[in-house]
């Protein structure tokens, strides 16, 4: 990752933009009320002046930028910025960047709210070219529970609308969201609105410790076998036209990697397999995993 501003802290970033230029446009997340996620919980939401994010990007050296190819548009809903200084924000950075590729950002279902067709495809022309968005779960219920604020429906039309403009989509879910109770309901639920979607890439995430043990109390957790169990259930369930799938983030205790639908059988297998030998490991299987972040 470049490093050439002093970051307001803590900063969050998808793995697949570890080489990336991280730019906070905005500070924390406008929605922050879902139940699970402990991200931004010492951030009020702020909106950064355009004009303070480019004399930021200005400060850049001059030698460093050609090589800078891709940014990252931080916190965690930057899509939520106003158009008009977002474009501003676009510009600065395609003018002063002379190799950038890509720009990507976080977005929320209530910031895809505020963008138009129109809106995404002149963000889309000028770099940013994917979004990042949680879905979190399928299910209407687990979505309820964590105060997603929408249903699985709506946040399908808000990204078909992106996904008919060419943005790129990376959606995630949350493997355990749903607790023992509803993981069946939760893997397939999910598993149907990607298929429905086919976005670009679909990223799973587990369930874990961080400013959230309120939420922890609400369920019962998942076992590591009842996690590796609702995966193999997801992506068995799995069938998207087009779709790359990601299981690489540091609280999965289940690496994956390939695309459907021509890794489908291989992703399937790979999951049943390492069931089966979490399975011969009694203990290992039947204990509920303590992976935390503790330090915001």
């Known amino acids: 990752m470049f490093w050439y501003f ?3 802290e803590p900063v969050y970033r998808p793995p697949s933009e ?18 699970f996620c402990g991200m931004y919980k010492t951030k009020h939401f702020t909106v950064r002046p355009a004009e303070e994010v480019v004399a930021q990007v200005a400060a850049i050296p001059a030698t460093h930028r050609p090589m800078i190819q891709r940014v990252f548009l931080a ?3 930057a899509l939520v910025y106003p158009q008009e200084g977002l474009v501003k924000i676009l510009d600065a950075l395609d003018q002063m960047l002379p190799n950038l590729r890509r720009v990507a950002a976080y977005a929320s279902p209530s910031s895809l709210t505020t963008k138009t067709v129109d809106d995404l495809v002149l963000l889309r022309e000028k770099k940013l070219k994917l979004l990042y968005f949680g879905l979190e779960s399928g299910d209407d219920r687990t979505l309820s529970e964590v105060n997603k604020g929408y249903g699985a429906d709506e946040m399908l039309a808000l990204c078909r609308k992106a996904h008919e403009t060419g943005m790129k989509l990376s959606v995630t879910a949350i493997l355990g969201l749903a607790g023992r109770e509803r993981s069946d309901v939760h893997a397939a639920a999910t598993a149907r609105w990607i298929n429905a979607l086919s976005p670009t890439y679909f990223s799973l995430l587990t369930l874990f410790h961080r400013h959230n043990d309120d939420f922890f109390r609400s369920l019962e957790p998942l076992t590591r076998g009842g996690i590796l169990a609702e995966a193999l259930n997801l992506v068995t369930q799995l069938n998207p036209r087009r779709t790359i799938l990601r299981s690489n983030h540091v ?12 890794d ?3 992703i399937i297998s790979q999951a049943q397999e390492a069931l089966n030998l979490a399975a011969q490991r009694p203990e290992w299987y039947d204990e509920v995993p303590d992976y935390r972040e503790d330090r915001f």
């Open 264 to 266: 489908r059988e291989k």
């Open 6 to 8: 002093d970051y307001d």
């Open 251 to 262: 609280s999965n205790i289940l690496n994956l990697a390939g695309s459907y639908p021509r």
């Open 75 to 77: 916190d965690g809903d």
């Open 18 to 35: 570890a080489q990336s230029l991280i730019l906070q446009v905005t500070l924390g997340c406008s929605q922050n009320r879902c139940t």
